[in-house]
């Protein structure tokens, strides 16, 4: 997937041109009167009665491509369980992180919860932390007018992003118009990339399950943690992963990576859009989600299995082979690939089971690096080094990085006591002990110091979660963190956090 650049973008549609004219692939041929029908759908007021019957759980309109494919339902008591587990996760993150990593891991490979999807990710990502830690940004990126150079390309790019979906089908639409605010934001965020038709997908998937400034926070992590230097102009970081890949296919599959070797076949060729898109043009959507849910969680190598498993199991056998006996055959085998090996359960599993880790990547990636270096000389784009996943990205800031558990919606004063509280016959006694080492301190000439310990203790005996700023907590849990002094309880903005 080339860069879009101003001057040679993609070719812009027609005055007059609308969606009807991508519809083609509906099946059956809707007539004319049901292709009015359907060019009207989209927009929130209009998703009622003809709309609601054609629309699945996903948004997507039946019978169009994104809406193909059996779906796996998960029976309604546990998912319920799910959402319960992954609300007590989210309610204490940090914790959860530090400790029980790959519980999180193991959960993400069974799928988040649809209700909590969109509030997950942007905490796997750190996207959440980055909005802490830039308050109005979004805002002031999107207030600013943009280079006119990027705003034409991107204007002709936003119809061809999931035009069989609800939220973006209409033109002009409130979809398009956050596509729009994101992609631009960008451009502005980071003027040294600009943009790549490749983020848009991104973008669209990510505003299914969120609002525009979270949107942009999660595609800011993807470009320049998960997948840095992708959209870069040169294309330099996805021709070196093209490489990894077809190196790491030699050991899955040796009869696959010695067909493609025969047939002289540049793995940029099939995996361009795999890999920059997050296969979200290419699976179908509850695989697409699935595989999302671990990529957030494990970072690239989920891509990289995705990859290798699909040209397994379509190159990987001489039977298969029979039907690709040239170049064209192979690359059209490769760009329609077999319902089954796509499906939802089937590759998921076969993704998990696949022994292709970070360590092995990183190996293959300096190898590669080499190889260009003695062949093509230094790299043109200098990408921040790739981050693997939730637990290294949290790693990588644990400085600069903002508590996200929950914190008090109601705080009391430290002497004040609590109904019903069994800290109510103790504090008294801890009020009087306080008091004697402040005299004691008085006494032996340190009434300068600050009694750190009997002042935190008071504190927890109260229920305030909040230090004072100048008391280091002891525990790095989130609830002892000064940052939640000022900031809202996140159990408060419940309707912020999970977007349905």
């Known amino acids: 997937m080339a860069k879009s650049r101003g001057e040679n973008g993609p070719h812009a549609p027609a005055a007059g041109e609308s969606l009807s004219g991508t519809r083609e692939s509906l099946a059956p041929g809707p007539d004319a009167a049901t292709a009015d029908e359907l060019s009207s759908l989209g927009s929130d007021s209009e998703a009622n009665g003809f709309a609601e019957r054609r629309i699945n759980k996903f948004g997507f309109i039946v019978g169009s491509q994104g809406a193909e494919g059996a779906l796996e339902e998960v029976p309604l008591e546990v998912l319920r369980q799910r959402e319960s587990k992954w609300l007590d996760m989210l309610n204490n993150w940090d914790k959860w992180m530090a400790k029980k990593h790959k519980k999180i891991r193991l959960r993400c490979q069974k799928g988040i919860p649809p209700s909590l999807r969109g509030r997950a990710w942007q905490y796997l990502s750190g996207g959440k932390v980055k909005l802490q830690q830039n308050p109005g940004k979004f805002d002031e990126l999107d207030r600013s007018p943009g280079d006119p150079k990027w705003?034409?390309?991107?204007?002709?790019?936003?119809?061809?992003?999931?035009?069989?979906?609800?939220?973006?089908?209409?033109?002009?639409?409130?979809?398009?118009?956050?596509?729009?605010?994101?992609?631009?934001?960008?451009?502005?965020?980071?003027?040294?990339?600009?943009?790549?038709?490749?983020?848009?997908?991104?973008?669209?998937?990510?505003?299914?399950?969120?609002?525009?400034?979270?949107?942009?926070?999660?595609?800011?992590?993807?470009?320049?943690?998960?997948?840095?230097?992708?959209?870069?102009?040169?294309?330099?970081?996805?021709?070196?992963?093209?490489?990894?890949?077809?190196?790491?296919?030699?050991?899955?599959?040796?009869?696959?990576?010695?067909?493609?070797?025969?047939?002289?076949?540049?793995?940029?060729?099939?995996?361009t859009e795999w890999f920059m898109c997050a296969f979200a043009r290419t699976l179908p959507w509850s695989s697409v989600l699935r595989v999302w849910d671990m990529f957030f969680c494990e970072g690239v190598k989920i891509i990289f299995r995705v990859g290798l498993v699909l040209l397994k199991h379509a190159l990987g056998s001489p039977e298969k082979l029979k039907t690709c006996q040239g170049q064209y055959e192979t690359i059209e085998r490769l760009r329609s690939l077999s319902p089954k090996i796509m499906q939802e359960a089937f590759l998921v599993q076969e993704v998990v089971e696949l022994p292709v880790t970070e360590r092995q990547i990183e190996r293959e990636h300096l190898i590669q690096l080499r190889r260009w270096q003695e062949t093509r000389g230094e790299l043109q784009c200098c990408s921040p080094p790739r981050l693997h996943g939730a637990k290294a990205i949290l790693e990588a800031e644990p400085g600069s990085r903002l508590s996200l558990q929950p914190s008090p919606s109601i705080r009391l004063p430290p002497d004040a006591l609590l109904p019903g509280s069994k800290a109510k016959s103790k504090l008294p006694k801890q009020v009087q002990k306080e008091k004697e080492k402040q005299k004691q301190a008085k006494a032996s000439g340190q009434q300068n110091q600050p009694p750190v310990t009997g002042q935190a203790e008071m504190v927890a005996a109260a229920g305030d979660a909040c230090p004072p700023p100048d008391v280091p907590p002891k525990d790095p849990a989130p609830q002892n963190s000064a940052h939640h002094c000022s900031q809202e309880s996140l159990t408060s903005q419940e309707s912020e956090d999970t977007y349905l």
């Not at 979270?214 to 040169?234: H, N, R, T």
């Not at 990576?257 to 060729?269: A, E, F, N, V, Y």
């Open 151 to 271: 705003l034409d390309v991107i204007e002709r790019d936003l119809h061809r992003q999931f035009p069989f979906h609800e939220m973006f089908v209409s033109r002009g639409g409130h979809g398009q118009q956050d596509l729009f605010r994101v992609l631009k934001a960008y451009t502005l965020y980071r003027p040294e990339e600009g943009y790549c038709q490749a983020q848009a997908p991104i973008a669209a998937v990510l505003l299914m399950h969120m609002p525009a400034e979270q949107a942009f926070w999660c595609l800011v992590q993807i470009c320049e943690k998960y997948l840095p230097g992708y959209y870069s102009e040169k294309l330099e970081a996805i021709q070196l992963d093209g490489e990894i890949l077809f190196s790491l296919l030699h050991k899955v599959s040796p009869v696959a990576h010695k067909h493609l070797s025969r047939q002289k076949i540049d793995p940029l060729l099939y995996m």
